[in-house]
């Protein structure tokens, strides 16, 4: 039996589940995620938890067992406190700036870049500009629009410089060495 797949998720108040057919929906404060499920699978709700049951023992059975519970507790979090996202810019001049659901870069190119931010994805810029927080539902959208912003200019490895999560180390290659 898998790990994480026989723990029950517990629904906190505010959050409201219907499973119909192979269809989840989850509705809470923050907002409603809506997932279709493996038909190998199957969600219960009994007494306020919700329950992931698989419907055999083969391979992939097991596999979408932890898989599906994972995913169904990313959903109950999301709706109920929200998943955020910060990035750091590091680099002489680089910057960035929300306008509604736009954001400005200056990554050092010629140009400034604009990335359009999809419904239901927010973003906000520290004092400075080099601190860029993202906040949504749905954590599977946060991690790619931050890996999407993140390849705009991914850190130099020789300098440090460009977009990177908060808290990711760097390690930095020594440079060319110097005649003696």
Do not use: C
């Not at 709706?79 to 910057?95: A, D, F, L």
């Amino acid at each position: 039996m898998s790990r994480i797949g026989k723990k029950p998720i517990e629904v906190p108040k505010g959050v409201d589940i219907t499973v119909d057919g192979n269809t989840i929906q989850v509705k809470g404060p923050k907002g409603q995620l809506t997932w279709r499920y493996p038909q190998r699978v199957s969600v219960v709700l009994q007494e306020g938890k919700v329950l992931v049951r698989r419907s055999g023992d083969l391979k992939q059975d097991r596999s979408l067992h932890g898989l599906t519970r994972s995913l169904v507790s990313n959903m109950v979090t999301g709706v109920s406190q929200g998943y955020e996202r910060v990035m750091e810019i590091s680099g002489v001049g680089y910057r960035a700036q929300v306008q509604g659901s736009k954001i400005t870069f200056t990554l050092g190119y010629s140009h400034p870049i604009e990335y359009q931010l999809p419904e239901g994805v927010g973003a906000a810029v520290d004092q400075r500009q080099t601190t860029l927080t993202l906040k949504g539902i749905d954590k599977q959208q946060i991690g790619q629009i931050a890996a999407n912003i993140r390849a705009l200019r991914s850190p130099d490895i020789y300098k440090g410089k460009g977009v990177r999560y908060a808290g990711e180390r760097i390690k930095l290659k020594v440079g060319k060495a110097g005649k003696k």
